[in-house]
């Protein structure tokens, strides 16, 4: 009978303590050549702009492929059951994470999701939960951004599976920009379109292998005052989203200067009138 209980109990003993130091030799493997291979390729971007995107991309699945890999290669060399042992560690593993890690397990299928279906990817400028800025990290748990103030925004990757996003670029270096200056309804409406025209074709962030175009409407300022107004709204496109601030600060210092030089009165200056 003791024999009996014991041969029953031997796939309970599944961790080999020999393995142990080889998964542990595989770990740190691992994680130093991430290491290695991210900072590689981040350096390849930086000096080749024009693939800094891609770059970017292929870092973010090679960091999962290498993760999950390591540790199976890890796991296998601690782990030596039979397939009835398997079974139950497998079933053990699966109730304790839907019990205590539903949390994290959903993030990492919401982060391999993000991954393949790729709504946006890294590099990308995206707009979620009144957030804006630039995908810097697609992770297990979270997806990190930075917005144009530079702070370091985390959001947990399932709920951009619940949500709303909004992606400026999708995978391109080049990005739409809007610009928008409101004018007195007297003003000559052609001359002002044609000097914000000139300042956004004279931006050295423009890219020029895209069209640049300028609509013109009439309508109140959105500020309370009820005041109408003619608007004027540029599109173009800048060569790289990174100088996305700039080339709008570029843009609208230009058009102040023709304006003022041209006597355009805008929307703000009749309200001191």
Known sequence: MELALLSNLDFIKFIDLSGLFPALIIAIVTLLVMRFTKGFLERFGEENTRYRLLTKQVSVFTQFLMLFLGGFLAMSRILAVSQDGMSLFIGLIAFGVSWASKDLVASLMAGLTLLFDRPFQVGDRISFAGHYGEVVDIGLRTVRVVDLDDNLISIPNN???????????????????????????????????????????????????????????????????????????????????????????????????????????????????
């Not at 409406?189 to 292998?209: G, K, P, T």
């Open 159 to 273: 709920q951009f599976l619940q949500s709303v996003v909004s992606c400026a670029n999708a995978g391109n270096l080049d990005q739409m920009c809007v610009f928008q200056f409101y004018i007195g309804c007297n003003e000559d409406f052609e001359l002002a379109e044609r000097l914000v025209r000139d300042a956004v074709v004279a931006s050295r962030y423009m890219f020029w292998q895209k069209p640049v175009v300028v609509h013109m409407k009439e309508g109140v300022v959105p500020n309370g005052a009820e005041r109408f107004a003619i608007l004027l709204t540029a599109k173009a496109y800048v060569m790289d989203n990174r100088y996305e601030s700039a080339f709008a600060s570029d843009v609208h210092r230009r058009v102040k200067k023709a304006f003022r030089r041209h006597g355009v009165v805008t929307a703000g200056e009749l309200e001191w009138r």
